[in-house]
Structures are given as C-alpha cells and as structure tokens.
C-alpha cells in the first residue's frame, strides 16, 4: 500500500460503500455493507467487479453501542477486531483494534467539532455548508501513545472523502488498521 490512501463514498447507492485508492490511484479495495442485516456483515472486495472477496467484517452483536467487529480472511480465520468504546464515545469518538490484545486505539482529534457540526445541520443554509468547514479527523495511536495514523474528512457537502495519513515506517498492521479504520467510518458517518 502506498499512502495516502484515498477512500470515498459512493453517493448515490442505498448501501454504503466506499472505494479505497491508494497515491497512484489504484484500487485497493471496495466495500460493500449490506442492508438489512440484523447483525452487520460488511465485505470487502478487490474491486467495484466484487468478483474476488478479500476480507468480511462480522459484528459480534445486534445492537452496535459497544459492538466488536472482526475482521475474517477468505479461509475463514479471524485476524484481528475493532471495538467502539460505548460510554467513553459519547463525547470522543474511541475505537480500539485488537490484535491478540490491544494494539491500537482510534481517537477523534477534536470533540468541538462535531458539537458545531451538529448545531449547524439545525439551520437551514449552514447546515449544508457545514460539510465544507467542520471536517474532523481521527488519530490511530499506538500502546506507547504514538500517533501511526490520521484519517482526514476532505471538505464536500455529503461528506464522502476522507484521507488516511501513514507516520511510521514498519508495515506490519497496515491491513488491520486499513480495515478497522473503514469499519469505523462506516459507523460514524450513519451517526452523522
């Protein structure tokens, strides 16, 4: 993977989903969520062709308030998770990755923001230049507090480009944290 990476919704489809490019504008991924589903089952594909499965993400829950969801190969074997920290998000945004135990935590750079966010959506002209303005982003910290990651919401009004940010050198959890980064995403854009 060569960062930057690019993801972006499609904007009109029913069903999420997002394309993610890397800087040479290759496609790394597609990203399908399904509609309907009691428990969330999101794949993950080559391509927009969907003809080759990569990865699946399955919930371990209904209700996705402190929901895990893990990330399963095409062999069917689990290599890693991304959990929301229920009650500690109310005002932060916080998602843990697990890989064995905690390996990661995905923190939002600046609560204000989607404080101010939502004030705006409530009046009418501004709400839909808010998009273009309040763009919030997300650090990826590793157990030393060290930032790995940032995930940048680009300025548009439906709120469908976002940027991940790679600091560090090494490439050993790049497709987990790639992954753990769309699943949560995926999860704070229906949340707004």
């Not at 996705?64 to 005002?91: E, M, N, P």
């Not at 303005?133 to 940048?152: A, E």
């Amino acid at each position: 993977m060569q960062f930057p990476l690019s993801l972006t919704f499609k904007v009109a489809a029913l069903a999420p989903q997002i394309s993610v490019r890397d800087t040479t504008d290759q496609e790394l991924c597609y990203v399908r969520q399904k509609l309907f589903k009691l428990k969330e089952n999101i794949s993950v594909f080559r391509d927009e062709s969907k003809t080759q499965l990569i990865s699946e993400i399955h919930a371990d829950r209904i209700i996705d308030f402190s929901a895990s969801y893990s990330f399963v190969d095409t062999q069917g074997l689990s290599y890693g998770s991304v959990k929301r920290k229920g009650f500690r998000s109310i005002w932060r945004t916080r998602y843990e990755i697990y890989e064995g135990g905690q390996s990661y935590t995905i923190q939002e750079g600046n609560p204000w923001i989607k404080v101010l966010d939502g004030l705006l959506d409530e009046i009418p002209i501004l709400g839909a230049l808010s998009g273009y303005v309040l763009n919030p982003h997300y650090d990826v910290i590793d157990t030393s507090g060290k930032t790995c990651f940032t995930l940048r919401k680009k300025p548009s009004f439906f709120g469908r480009r976002f940027t991940l940010e790679k600091h560090t050198q090494s490439d050993e959890d790049d497709l987990l944290i790639v992954m753990s980064i769309i699943m949560m995403t995926l999860l704070e854009r229906r949340r707004g």
